[in-house]
């Protein structure tokens, strides 16, 4: 899936939400979290952030690996 890391954080441009076909990403305090089990991989949602907070899971830049689990532990427990 992809992942919405540190750069939204009290940005939240909210593109990305009317560009996701499938509505799998949500806002939460001071970021957007994109929900790993609904995420199709289109990509659209890196194309229209303003600020390049969004990336493939398999593509983050070491620093931004966390984000991976952040985004998954807003969701709770599998
Ligand atoms: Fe939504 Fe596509 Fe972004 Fe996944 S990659 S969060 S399905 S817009």
């Known amino acids: 899936p992809f992942v919405i890391t540190d ?3 009290d940005v939240k441009d909210r593109g990305c939400l009317d560009a996701c ?3 799998c990403i949500y806002e939460g305090g ?3 979290y994109i929900h ?3 995420c199709i991989d289109c990509g659209l949602c890196e194309t ?3 600020v390049a907070a969004i990336h493939a899971d398999d593509r983050l830049p070491e620093e931004l690996t ?3 689990e952040v985004n998954r532990a807003y969701f709770g427990p599998e």
Do not use: G, K, Y
Request: proline share 17%; hydrophobic share 45%.
């Open 7 to 9: 750069a939204c954080i």
């Open 21 to 23: 076909p499938v509505d």
């Open 30 to 32: 001071r970021t957007l």
């Open 36 to 38: 790993p089990d609904e």
């Open 48 to 50: 229209v952030c303003p």
């Open 66 to 68: 966390m984000w991976v």
